[in-house]
């Protein structure tokens, strides 16, 4: 059985590193949308078995419930690599055998990337412990990542995550692919980030932000 796995925090504290650009009630509006558009994709993807969101946040889990999602709830949240963790055991007791974990904050993100995803596993040995990795644009961070099975090994979301996540796979010997997906690869925690976001995208997230007057804001650059 195969599942996606969203974590999801509470969004009133969400991108905090565009504080100096964004209000509070700006950065949780952004990321609002962001979560939904991520949730009306993976609800799209036809090869997966189910879809999962770890979370405490009210807001999310009556989103999630509304699409048909299954709910890991936390008592806590200490970190996005311990709320992954936590899912992909709950998960694994339902019978997850791949999880593919994906963050909220993939505002290009479409179908054909996580289809692609999945593709990777499909054409690998279900017999062989396996990661798929698409790194950040940056090349440092984890924006997705595949393990079979889900707790292969521990999660090392932050700074130097994809470094840390091969070194893992390579530990372990799991056979190891690294895609590059430039939609999945951009994510959006700093105003670079919102820059090339606006170069690059449409749609509901872009015009949000342009109704923000985010543009004016970085040309002039009050952060």
């Not at 339902?94 to 289809?115: F, K, N, W």
């Not at 698409?134 to 521990?154: E, K, M, Y």
């Not at 997230?205 to 342009?210: A, F, G, P, Q, S």
Request: aromatic share 4%.
């Amino acid at each position: 059985m195969r599942y996606i796995l969203i974590p999801v925090k509470d969004l009133k504290r969400a991108k905090q590193r565009l504080a100096g650009l964004m209000t509070r009630e700006e950065r949780t509006q952004l990321a609002w949308a962001m979560l939904e558009n991520t949730f009306a994709v993976v609800t799209q993807v036809t090869s997966i078995d189910r879809i999962a969101v770890v979370t405490l946040y009210e807001p999310a889990i009556a989103l999630a419930k509304s699409y048909g999602m299954e709910i890991a709830i936390e008592t806590q949240q200490i970190s996005e690599s311990a709320s992954v963790d936590f899912g992909s055991r709950e998960v694994t007791r339902y019978g997850a055998q791949s999880v593919l974990r994906l963050p909220i904050d993939l505002p290009l993100i479409t179908v054909e990337d996580v289809e692609t995803i999945l593709a990777c596993e499909q054409q690998s040995s279900p017999s062989v412990p396996l990661v798929v990795i698409v790194p950040s644009r940056q090349g440092t961070g984890t924006n997705a990542i595949l393990r079979r099975p889900p707790t292969l090994f521990p999660s090392h979301f932050g700074i130097g995550s994809f470094a840390k996540h091969l070194k893992e796979a390579a530990r372990i010997k799991a056979e190891c692919k690294v895609i590059d997906l430039p939609h999945i690869a951009l994510d959006v925690d700093e105003p670079e980030d919102l820059t090339e976001l606006l170069k690059q995208g449409q749609g509901k997230i872009v015009d949000l932000l342009r109704q923000m007057g985010i543009e004016k804001r970085i040309r002039e650059a009050i952060y």
